[in-house]
């Protein structure tokens, strides 16, 4: 397995875009790369479960590394675990979904798919980079997207909330730059290198500065209280596919960053905060609940679900054990899935309804039964219903916090699983008002999703149904690499 047809297929995909003479070859060229990508990424779980096979103790495979900037030991090295290709198969979903859904884009369309394929170029980027340079790299391309989708085809306070965002992320951004420098020139080892690093044994001290900066700046881009404010700001007012790729993937980054830098190069660092990770998982986690019953927009619903849900990734985190480390993984990829899901069934009736209120609306069942089924089966995998991914991920997290024997911990896995109330409460209330009820006048003639808003909301049910029915496969690919993070921690 080449790992550099991730990242060539979509950059290539993106600059080919660029040259297509219509807007239909733009859109056929865009489904095209971003199907390539998911069959890539299908080769890739398959090789890598074979390879895996052959050599147990290895922790990445498929390596390869060309030299950089010599001078500064900065190096292309790529190789994945099964934290990584879990993370490369959810983007690879969330990409082919977000390209169906934005099918009826008319206003520059080749820039709006050439900013949507750059945008998972960096996310495979990140995911298979050894070099922490190189991932920063990747993590920047993966933000300035992000910032244009919003500015340019967002709704509403758009301006405003691209520069909220921007600003946010790349205050995060810059916390972990000054972290990986300060690695790079106080631990006594002069490499960004993420096997050296853990090769090699980083004085605790400069552990307790560096691991703090590492984990909240990558924090910020998973919400991490309280820096999630761009988030309900951001995700309502961007496009939406832009909505799913910034919370199914970009979020994702900040919670893999947090994962395999922080706690896998700075383990003593971890368990010295760990306390501080998971007070501030527990808040964000209630204070995500309680804010997402006030709204009335599903946007800001969803948006605010997300801080919640997010919340469950760091608390895995910062748990420490590794059924809890496995379980945070499993909900990235649970999150990603689901949200990306539902950010795309409310452009489908937003589109046709031209509000997001739920009070504006009701009854949408009868004329979009596909649409309204779908708005169900996203908000039960919200709220953990079983046999859909949420229930799996969300109960690994909680098994594995409630590993710990002490007062301290058992308080905050109950804290978190109280959550669960709220979420069923606000979901429900949601979903019954939007769908259920009398229909009003002027829905009567609403029509139906079309093929490319079907498919799309096909493959992101098949990605939730494969891991709620059968969570063994996920289970058995992220299990070595959370083994090895745990064998750090002794």
């Known amino acids: 397995m080449n790992l550099l047809l991730l990242i060539l297929v979509p950059l290539l995909t993106s600059l080919v875009v660029l040259l297509m003479p219509g807007k239909q070859w733009v859109r056929i060229t865009a489904l095209a790369g971003s199907v390539a990508q998911l069959v890539l990424s299908f080769v890739l779980f398959a090789a890598y479960n074979k390879a895996r096979a052959g050599d147990q103790n290895n922790s990445f495979l498929f390596e390869q590394q060309y030299n950089w900037f010599p001078n500064w030991n900065i190096s292309l090295h790529f190789g994945v675990d099964g934290i990584a290709v879990a993370m490369i198969l959810l983007t690879a979903f969330v990409v082919v979904a977000g390209v169906l859904i934005s099918w009826n884009v008319e206003k520059m369309t080749k820039e709006f798919y050439f900013l949507l394929l750059l945008l998972s170029f960096g996310a495979y980027g990140f995911f298979i980079s050894l070099d922490l340079f190189i991932l920063f790299f990747f993590l920047e391309i993966a933000v300035i997207p992000k910032y244009l989708l919003i500015g340019i085809w967002g709704s509403g306070k758009k301006e405003y909330s691209a520069n909220k965002l921007a600003l946010l992320l790349m205050f995060g951004s810059a916390l972990v730059l000054v972290g990986l420098l300060g690695t790079y020139f106080a631990a006594g080892i002069r490499t960004f290198d993420l096997q050296q690093l853990t090769a090699f044994k980083i004085p605790a001290t400069v552990q307790k500065i560096c691991f703090p900066l590492l984990f909240a700046g990558f924090g910020v881009f998973t919400a991490l209280f309280p820096f999630h404010t761009w988030v309900p700001d951001g995700h309502s007012s961007a496009p939406t596919a832009g909505s799913m790729f910034l919370a199914g993937i970009s979020m994702k980054l900040g919670g893999y960053g947090c994962l395999r830098v922080a706690v896998y190069v700075m383990p003593e660092g971890a368990k010295q905060y760990a306390d501080i990770i998971i007070v501030l998982a527990s808040i964000a986690i209630l204070y995500g609940a309680f804010a997402t019953m006030m709204?009335?927009?599903l946007k800001y619903i969803n948006a605010y679900s997300s801080i919640s849900h997010c919340g469950f990734v760091l608390l895995g985190i910062g748990m420490l054990t590794q059924t809890a480390i496995k379980g945070a993984v499993m909900q990235m990829v649970s999150h990603g899935l689901m949200t990306a899901l539902f950010f795309a069934v409310i452009g489908m009736i937003?589109?046709?309804?031209?509000?997001?209120?739920?009070?504006?609306?009701?009854?949408?069942?009868?004329?979009?039964?596909?649409?309204?089924?779908?708005?169900?089966?996203?908000?039960?995998c919200s709220l953990g219903l079983p046999a859909l991914s949420g229930f799996v991920a969300e109960m690994t997290v909680f098994t594995g916090s409630w590993e710990h024997p002490d007062i301290f911990h058992r308080v905050a896995t109950i804290a978190a699983c109280l959550s669960i109330v709220v979420t069923a409460v606000y979901i429900l209330r949601a979903i019954g008002k939007t769908a259920m009820g009398p229909l009003k006048e002027s829905f009567t003639g609403l029509s139906d999703a079309k093929w490319n808003e079907r498919l799309a909301a096909i493959i992101l049910i098949a990605g939730i149904l494969a891991i709620g029915l059968a969570p063994s496969w996920l289970n058995d690919l992220v299990r070595p690499g959370a083994e090895i993070i745990m064998q750090r921690m002794k």
């Open 350 to 380: 937003y589109e046709r309804t031209h509000t997001r209120k739920v009070d504006e609306m009701g009854g949408l069942l009868r004329p979009l039964p596909f649409i309204s089924t779908v708005l169900f089966l996203a908000g039960l």
């Open 295 to 297: 709204q009335q927009d």
